[in-house]
């Protein structure tokens, strides 16, 4: 029974994916739950039946009251059939109804609308582009990935368990009342009135009150993972107790904005049992008025204290639902900040996946300045022959990771194109683009997963020979064998902590080196691939590298300018642009920007304005390093 309920609708189905969300809150809940229309349509014909039943059953208490007036012999043989049917009923029927009705609830929409939220607001966010990442805390993105999906499910939850029970129940009420006596109905819809006012004062206030502390929460939890994230940071700087200042201030604004949404919550109570008096006393009060005149029987009266006790119950579950309900939407709208965002970085309507044959390159007028009116790239040009082992060199901020970055499409230029074997990549599919392009990062971070996981992340269906063969190419075989990590698991096994943390920084890079070599992209770049090296590794390392250029077109980006000595080409950028580019040899004749920066590099043991054998100079180089 329960499996048949949980099965009711698959979080997990096919659908279509949309890269600008709705932005507002109730647009934003019906697209998510469009999978669960017919189960919330029953939810809330079940969710008003329960309600008729209860009412009937404050009413079938009138008329028991009304019926005990007589002949105890008299009154089982004339209503014995209705009372025994009317027990049945209890013990069966009703607690079908209400089976079914949580049923519904609990185990169709609950476990399964915030698994559908969470898996597609998590397959939303990582079509995102890196740049949108970049300018977000990790730790605050996953918190709104984390509490949306709940505060969503909850919100739904309290339409169908308390907002629509309670407005069949009242409206149920009213009709009772008004079939004994319509001046019954008076002091109900007075009240009625007066709590509607207070609902519309509470909620008005909660749902930003909410927000406003869901916004301060996510912020504590974006700094907290950020200290943690950065712990070798924080403790090799010692900055202890600015980390605490740090998050002690986010702390402490969170427990403000809490302290103000309490407040509203303790008001509410106070005012609703204040008002809740004047219910009893009106309803009750009135329906004995009535019966001391005899236009009432004493069932009526009996019925009308139930009810004004029940609702009197009720009503602080009501205004609570109500509150939680207001209350968790501002939770969503806080979570769609993230969530509901625009995927800025999209494929082409018509994206066809690249085709790559030769692995040329052609940037034509490139320009990127990141949306500011400097840094980033100007104007750009360059071509890129099949097969050409491209350097690019130059100081920090010179527009050299720029440039790799739109090569990979992690951004789109603000002007010119980018061309591969003619094809402009913005036209191509991003997924295809990345697949034939190999990258080795400086920042040589790891997932948290086994090295065997991480290695195979280059080509998943790689074998393990295959697998093996790229890590002993990378010198990374034999230090991966001696692995354990705090589980007991082993060598390729083992886990390497969140980033990677638990290797070194040569180790991390042997992995990540690996990883590329696996993959065996036609297109290769190498941002420092080699500066986690120690000497020795480097050198081995180096053979490897020179191996995997071997038909590949390649981009090297180095400040270790011996490593890129080799190159067909190289490139000198400054201020976004190219201003030098040609063989070592050619360049360092030239007594340019390169040959300054080979001379510094040197340690001094050259003179930029003679020339030298630029083999010497890079057995100098690596000698001074």
Do not use: C
């Not at 929460?217 to 200290?227: E, F, H, I, L």
Request: no cysteine.
């Amino acid at each position: 029974m329960f499996r048949y309920f949980e099965n009711l609708v698959d979080p997990y189905s096919d659908y279509p994916q949309d890269d600008t969300p709705p932005r507002r809150v109730v647009p934003f809940l019906m697209s998510y739950s469009r999978p669960f229309y017919r189960v919330f349509v029953a939810a809330a014909i079940l969710s008003v039946i329960v309600a008729a039943v209860e009412i009937g059953l404050i009413w079938a208490m009138g008329w028991v009251v009304d019926i005990l007036s007589g002949d105890p012999a008299q009154v089982w043989q004339e209503h014995g059939t209705s009372l025994l049917l009317l027990a049945v009923f209890v013990l069966t029927l009703r607690p079908a109804i209400q089976a079914l009705d949580v049923l519904l609830l609990n185990n169709a929409v609950l476990p399964n609308l915030g698994t559908l939220i969470r898996w597609r607001a998590h397959k939303h966010v990582l079509r995102q582009s890196v740049g949108w990442f970049e300018n977000d805390f990790a730790g605050r993105i996953s918190n709104r990935i984390m509490q949306t999906p709940p505060a969503a499910g909850e919100a739904v939850f309290q339409v169908f368990d308390a907002i629509t029970f309670s407005i069949a129940y009242v409206v149920g009420a009213l009709v009772m009342l008004g079939d004994a006596d319509l001046r019954l109905m008076v002091p109900l819809l007075a009240w009625l009135v007066l709590y509607g006012l207070l609902l519309r004062w509470t909620v008005i206030r909660v749902g930003s009150a909410s927000k406003a502390s869901s916004d301060a929460r996510s912020k504590v939890t974006g700094r907290v993972v950020d200290a943690y994230t950065n712990i070798h940071s924080v403790k090799m700087f010692s900055h202890h107790e600015n980390e605490l200042d740090y998050a002690k201030e986010s702390i402490e604004t969170s427990r403000q904005t809490f302290m103000h949404e309490m407040r509203l919550y303790t008001f509410m109570d106070v005012a609703l049992v204040t008002l809740n008096g004047f219910l009893i006393v009106g309803v009750v009060g009135w329906a004995f008025a009535l019966w001391m005149q005899g236009e009432v029987s004493a069932g009526v009266v009996a019925a009308t204290t139930a009810l004004a006790l029940r609702l009197n119950g009720m009503t602080g579950w009501i205004m609570w639902a109500l509150t939680t309900f207001f209350r968790e939407l501002g939770v969503v709208a806080e979570g769609m900040e993230t969530i509901a965002q625009p995927i800025d970085l999209v494929d082409a309507p018509d994206a066809r996946p690249l085709d790559l044959t030769n692995g040329k390159i052609e940037i034509q007028s490139l320009t990127h300045h990141y949306g500011r009116e400097s840094g980033g790239l100007e104007d750009v040009s360059l071509t890129i022959n099949p097969g050409e082992k491209i350097g690019l060199v130059g100081r920090s901020g010179a527009g050299k990771s720029t440039l790799v970055k739109l090569l990979l499409r992690f951004y789109d230029a603000e002007k010119g194109a980018i061309l591969i074997d003619g094809q402009d990549i913005s036209e191509v599919t991003q997924d295809s683009l990345r697949a034939q392009i190999g990258m080795v990062q400086q920042d040589s971070s790891l997932l948290h997963r086994s090295v065997r996981d991480n290695i195979l992340y280059g080509r998943p269906n790689a074998t393990e020979a295959e697998m093996l063969k790229a890590t002993q190419q990378a010198q990374a075989h034999d230090f991966i064998l001696d692995l354990e990590d705090p589980e007991g698991r082993k060598g390729y096994d083992a886990h390497v902590g969140e980033r990677g943390v638990k290797l070194s920084g040569g180790q991390r890079q042997r992995v990540t080196l690996a990883r590329v070599v696996l993959k065996n992209a036609p297109i290769l770049m190498l941002d420092e691939a080699t500066s986690a090296l120690d000497s020795e590794v480097e050198a081995a390392i180096q053979e490897t590298l020179y191996g995997m250029m071997q038909g590949k077109t390649v981009i090297a980006i180095a400040h270790r300018l011996s490593t890129i000595a080799q190159m067909d080409r190289i490139l000198v950028m400054d201020q976004g642009k190219i201003v030098e580019q040609g063989s070592h040899d050619v360049l360092l004749a030239q007594g340019g920007l390169y040959a300054s920066f080979w001379a510094r590099q040197s340690g001094g043991f050259l003179d930029p304005d003679e020339p030298v054998d630029a083999s010497d100079k890079t057995k100098k180089t690596r000698a001074a390093e």
